[in-house]
């Protein structure tokens, strides 16, 4: 008689997620490759132009598709134009959506939201749930009863994930969910990650995505044309199936509970078209290991620190060939993964791009002042770490030239602000993309909601020179 095959808890209220803290895998620390910092200070480099031209493009196209699959409405024509639009309206919002969340996609932070907003509407995620969602997913990826995200669980039912090419699955349960929460109910799963003071904010946008879709069958229905269905709300069926092609990529039929990205995300060559359309998302250990990073310079950041990853996957067919046979041995032996080889050099855990560090002594002047370094030292838009004993700071100088500092662990996550990146006055944490403004310490941007305590500093005789407030 053949053995029961054991399913474990995927949700997040269950026993695998007691298990994973007590294991100490929420919220670790991960691998990631050494990347000088220098380099890395010009990947972080975040531009308006080239994201505001890709998204012209973008725009461009639907409009040329749906325009034309109007002019030819009523003949077999309109199928091609249709099938265009609906791959670039149902799939590739999917990667639009995905940059814009992290803020990386352009330098102006208010076209990130607007963007993130549009697309998530399209790809039907609600994007209050979806940011907070999406944040756990970066903190503890494929992580068993912590990861919101995880998009193919062990065993795996084969029959669903044929049918999760045509959409309907996510649609049902997208439906449900925005149902739910114009109701003004939040589930069990969804309270882990989400705070209460953003309760109100999903259940406001549930209501104004239902009133659009309501509008769209009104007119449909009004006008006896499934036309304006065509537009909105049909390309998440007949547009969907390119999305798992390149989503499943990610990280199915990889290790669970492992806290190195190299072995439970994929990197797949694409050939320009696929690159476009998935903005890069293919370099996807390389995204998970530097979330801040924007998506054009990801392909920069895959030749540095390909030495020291697993080969990438030699374009779709190729990733494909490898996740088929391996989702079908796990759906009778889920225990199984495919086990990505390691480089054997350079295997050391590091901090994403090591911040540069000052030790102090604890020795301060009279009234206080602690030594830090040279002023000149730091450039514009800077940061280092500074340990004073059991406390770290991170000091910064902000885009005006002023210096500021803080104490150094994000109120969130817990990760060393010294490893973020300098916009301006504010300071981008590295692991969730929140942001606080450096002077006052207040939060800017989700996730992080508790300010950072902030310290005087001055420039006295060319030093820079940190006093710390109370506390410990």
Request: with cysteine; aromatic share 12%; hydrophobic share 40%.
């Amino acid at each position: 008689m053949a053995a029961a095959v054991v399913t474990r808890d995927y949700s997040l209220t269950g026993a695998e997620s007691a298990h994973a803290v007590e294991q100490q895998l929420a919220e670790a620390e991960w691998y990631a490759s050494p990347v000088p910092r220098e380099a890395m200070r010009e990947l972080l480099e975040r531009r308006d132009d080239l994201a505001l031209r890709d998204t012209a493009l973008w725009f461009g196209l639907l409009f040329v598709f749906g325009a034309l699959g109007y002019r030819w409405w009523g003949s077999w024509w309109a199928i091609l134009p249709f099938a265009a639009y609906g791959v670039i309206y149902g799939s590739s919002s999917d990667s639009r959506w995905h940059e814009s969340l992290h803020g990386t996609a352009f330098k102006t932070d208010w076209l990130n939201n607007v963007l993130y907003e549009i697309a998530s509407f399209m790809v039907q995620r609600e994007s209050t749930v979806w940011r907070w969602s999406h944040m756990r997913h970066h903190s503890d990826t494929i992580i068993v009863g912590l990861d919101p995200e995880i998009a193919v669980p062990r065993p795996p039912k084969l029959g669903r994930l044929v049918l999760s090419f045509l959409g309907y699955q996510a649609t049902v349960a997208y439906f449900r969910k925005v149902w739910l929460h114009c109701a003004g109910q939040i589930m069990p799963d969804e309270k882990t990650f989400i705070p209460e003071s953003a309760w109100n904010t999903v259940y406001l946008k549930a209501r104004i995505y239902l009133a659009i879709y309501a509008g769209v069958v009104a007119l449909s229905l009004w006008h006896h044309s499934l036309l304006p269905l065509m537009y909105i709300g049909l390309p998440n069926f007949y547009g969907y199936w390119l999305m798992p092609i390149y989503g499943y990529t990610q990280h199915a039929g990889l290790a669970e509970d492992v806290l190195d990205h190299r072995l439970n995300c994929r990197t797949v060559y694409m050939n320009r078209v696929n690159r476009y359309l998935y903005w890069n998302m293919n370099y996807h250990v390389e995204h998970h290991m530097f979330p801040l990073v924007p998506y054009h310079n990801l392909p920069r950041l895959h030749e540095l620190v390909k030495a020291d990853m697993p080969p990438a996957y030699d374009g779709l067919g190729a990733a494909w060939r490898e996740i088929i046979p391996a989702l079908r041995r796990q759906a009778t032996d889920p225990d199984y993964y495919v086990q990505r080889e390691l480089p054997k050099a350079a295997r050391r855990r590091t901090a994403a791009h090591e911040a540069r560090t000052v030790v102090s002594d604890g020795t301060a002047t009279a009234d206080g002042w602690l030594d830090v370094a040279a002023a000149d030292s730091l450039a514009v838009e800077d940061v280092l770490r500074f340990d004073v004993g059991e406390r770290t700071l991170a000091v910064y100088r902000a885009g005006d030239g002023e210096y500021h500092a803080t104490d150094g662990l994000c109120t969130h996550g817990g990760t060393h602000l010294a490893t973020g990146v300098v916009m301006g006055h504010q300071i981008e944490c590295p692991k969730h993309n929140g942001r606080f403004d450096v002077r006052d310490g207040s939060p800017q941007r989700a996730p992080v909601c508790v300010a950072v305590r902030t310290h005087p500093v001055r420039v006295a005789e060319g030093r820079l020179q940190v006093r710390l407030n109370g506390g410990a």
